[in-house]
């Protein structure tokens, strides 16, 4: 089992990024995936999840602004994220069928 992240990197306040989770060795369309982030000093924190059936849910200090969404031909997950704020700065990471990808870092920052 596998997943790998990409897509993060150095974006301004108010801009976008979108983020990619590709998962291997498990039957992706059956499993809920997760997105977590880990700020500096702080615990690690849902951000998003989206079940087998498409059902998605968010924490509070995204909803509105992030996105979830899978592509199961793909084996996929993606996080779309709009009007990011420095606050949103940290190491994002999926999880999926137990297994913790190794991260991609966002750093919002003029």
């Known amino acids: 089992v596998q997943l790998v992240e990409s897509g993060g990197g150095l974006v301004q306040p108010g801009g976008s990024l979108r983020l990619s989770c590709a998962a291997s060795?498990?039957?992706?369309?059956?499993?809920?995936m997760n997105w977590y982030r880990q700020a500096p000093g702080k615990g690690r924190e849902l951000v998003a999840g989206?079940?087998?059936?498409?059902?998605?849910n968010y924490s509070d200090s995204v909803k509105g602004r992030f996105t979830i969404s899978r592509d199961n031909a793909k084996n996929t997950v993606y996080l779309q994220m709009n009007s990011l704020k420095p606050e949103d700065t940290a190491m994002y990471y999926c999880?999926?069928?137990?297994?913790w990808g190794q991260g991609t870092q966002v750093t919002v920052s003029s």
């Open positions: 060795g498990f039957t992706f369309s059956r499993f809920a």
């Open positions: 999880l999926g069928y137990g297994t």
């Open positions: 989206i079940n087998s059936a498409g059902d998605r």
